[in-house]
């Protein structure tokens, strides 16, 4: 039986990276804004729009009753 992991991305590198250690991630599409915010660090950007996913994935996943499972942005 393979773990569920739900994956809040549209890249296609991330999705093989996954499949590649076995895992078929369930994609959740998520709609945030992904642009750079005026003198926005590097490490601001990448954790802030993580989190952005990351809650968006979790509210959808609730709104849809899906099972709980990780969450990869």
């Keep these: 039986m393979k773990s569920l992991v739900y994956l809040a991305s ?15 991630p369930q ?3 998520v709609n ?6 005026a003198l ?3 490490i601001d950007y990448v954790v ?4 952005l996913k990351a809650n968006a994935a979790l509210f ?3 709104q849809q009753n ?5 969450i990869i942005t």
């Design 10 to 24: 549209n890249s296609p590198r991330r999705l093989q990276l996954l499949q590649s250690i076995g895992l078929e």
């Design 27 to 29: 994609k959740i599409d």
């Design 32 to 37: 945030v804004d992904e642009s750079v915010q």
């Design 40 to 42: 926005e660090a590097a």
């Design 48 to 51: 802030r729009v993580s989190r």
């Design 60 to 62: 959808k996943r609730q």
């Design 66 to 70: 899906l099972p709980d499972a990780p």
